[in-house]
């Protein structure tokens, strides 16, 4: 299968240009995808032009990561309907090593023949006086045609926002990158989502106009689901790939929540999973979507993937803490706060907890876990009172200090399902 087997058979392809294939065919290629350090970590909607490089990767090409240092000084208007907040140097500088690290967990940076590579256009877009770059790119861009890209006149067409110089400017930029490449790489394809069809062939044209040689791209889907709402957006806002910004456990999540219809797509665009085995996992799905196989395969690929079998773990353990009433043994304060995140809540005094400590039934009555002593009893004597996923066997038990997890947290649960987290604190 050729690498454009296997985009075709995973959905991943939404356009190229003419002759982009055979030259593919021609031999071992060398290909770039861009991603402006806007923020200090990628996000899941940079992951499928990441899962376009790994899998030109592992068809024997050599793909070229370029972290826009110098472009996200200025910010990309495609797909904007206002100005992008302007970074400062040192803040996109680290931004774009957090990124590089991010990656590491998908390209091989070493392989012996045909390792991935990184660059920051900062490296000569910083260095370039504005008069050269007028005359040397500027030149080559006629104004009417700039003006006929659709995010350019999508931004003119909006009279409150317009478009200003500064991102106008973007193409020429994200255009002598593409030239860049071609002239110190040997780099003749730039792929991308499909938003930056017209920074693409920009960088096409200058190729053609300043070497007279023959450059190639092509994009791959901006993703929305089923319902039509943009892909890796909720309502807690974006999914990161930083386990700082978006912990595993919630990433896990993430993709655990998948609707039925998109699964399929997912697993197509977002694992390693080869065609027989997603096929046969549809298969599965289809006969019975209530058991969520599909989603829970889905969820274990794409967390091993970026975070690892640690994070993965610990993902399902929390999972399995909330959903399956496993103990609270290995989960950290941090951890609990999250999973327990939307429960129930009630705040108790530490001093409360001190010596003896307190009666789990006036544990459960005062911090309305329950909603009278008589039910705490009888709840206890029926077995269904959980302090920290462990049941309790006496209504003469006590809570005290040495229960409460990294002395921040206490998890009651009523039944199977019923919880209520206890914030220890003043």
């Known amino acids: 299968m050729t690498l454009f087997d296997e985009y075709r058979w995973r959905g991943m392809l939404h356009d190229l240009t003419e002759g982009t294939e055979a030259a593919f065919d021609s031999g071992r290629q060398t290909a770039y995808v861009g991603f402006d350090p806007t923020a200090a970590s990628l996000h899941v909607g940079h992951l499928l032009p990441i899962m376009g490089l790994v899998h030109l990767q592992r068809a024997g090409h050599t793909p070229i990561v370029l972290v826009g240092g110098g472009t996200g000084l200025i910010g990309d208007p495609s797909g904007k309907t206002e100005?992008?907040?302007?970074?400062?140097?040192?803040?996109?500088?680290?931004?774009?090593?957090?990124?590089?690290?991010?990656?590491?967990?998908?390209?091989?940076?070493?392989?012996?023949?045909?390792?991935?590579?990184?660059?920051?256009?900062?490296?000569?877009?910083?260095?370039?006086?504005?008069?050269?770059?007028?005359r040397d790119v500027g030149k080559h861009f006629?104004?009417?045609?700039?003006?006929?890209?659709?995010?350019?006149?999508?931004?003119?067409?909006?009279?409150?926002?317009?478009?200003?110089?500064?991102?106008?400017?973007?193409?020429?930029?994200?255009?002598?990158?593409?030239?860049?490449?071609?002239?110190?790489?040997?780099?003749?394809?730039?792929?991308g989502g499909s938003d930056q069809w017209g920074n693409i062939t920009g960088g096409i044209d200058l190729i053609r106009r300043v070497e007279g040689a023959k450059a190639y791209g092509a994009t791959f889907p901006l993703i929305t689901t089923a319902s039509g709402v943009k892909f890796g957006k909720t309502e807690a806002g974006a999914v990161w790939l930083d386990p700082e910004r978006t912990s595993p456990y919630r990433f896990y999540q993430f993709w655990l929540n998948t609707a039925d219809d998109d699964v399929g797509r997912y697993l197509r665009f977002f694992t390693l999973l080869p065609k027989e085995e997603i096929e046969a996992i549809d298969a599965a799905h289809a006969e019975a979507p209530h058991r969520r196989e599909a989603q829970r395969r889905l969820a274990i690929e794409v967390t091993r993937n970026v975070h690892g079998e640690e994070g993965l773990e610990r993902a399902e353990r929390a999972t399995r803490v909330l959903f399956g009433g496993e103990a609270l043994d290995g989960l950290g304060a941090e951890e609990i706060g999250e999973v327990f995140e939307d429960v129930p809540s009630s705040t108790l005094d530490p001093a409360r907890l001190q010596g003896e400590g307190i009666g789990i039934i006036d544990l459960l009555a005062d911090t309305g876990a329950v909603q009278s002593r008589g039910e705490a009893r009888r709840s206890i004597d029926q077995g269904g009172i959980y302090l920290n996923n462990h049941r309790v066997e006496s209504i003469e038990a006590h809570v005290t200090s040495a229960d409460v997890v990294e002395g921040r947290f206490l998890v009651l649960r009523k039944g199977k399902r019923r919880y209520h987290l206890v914030v220890v604190a003043e």
């Open 142 to 191: 006629p104004v009417n045609v700039m003006l006929r890209k659709e995010t350019v006149r999508r931004r003119l067409e909006d009279e409150t926002t317009g478009i200003t110089y500064t991102e106008f400017s973007y193409l020429l930029l994200q255009s002598y990158d593409f030239l860049r490449l071609y002239r110190e790489q040997g780099c003749r394809f730039q792929f």
């Open 83 to 134: 100005e992008r907040k302007l970074l400062g140097r040192e803040e996109s500088r680290e931004n774009a090593e957090a990124v590089r690290g991010q990656l590491e967990a998908f390209l091989d940076f070493d392989a012996p023949e045909n390792p991935a590579t990184m660059v920051n256009n900062l490296d000569w877009l910083g260095s370039m006086d504005v008069v050269t770059f007028l």
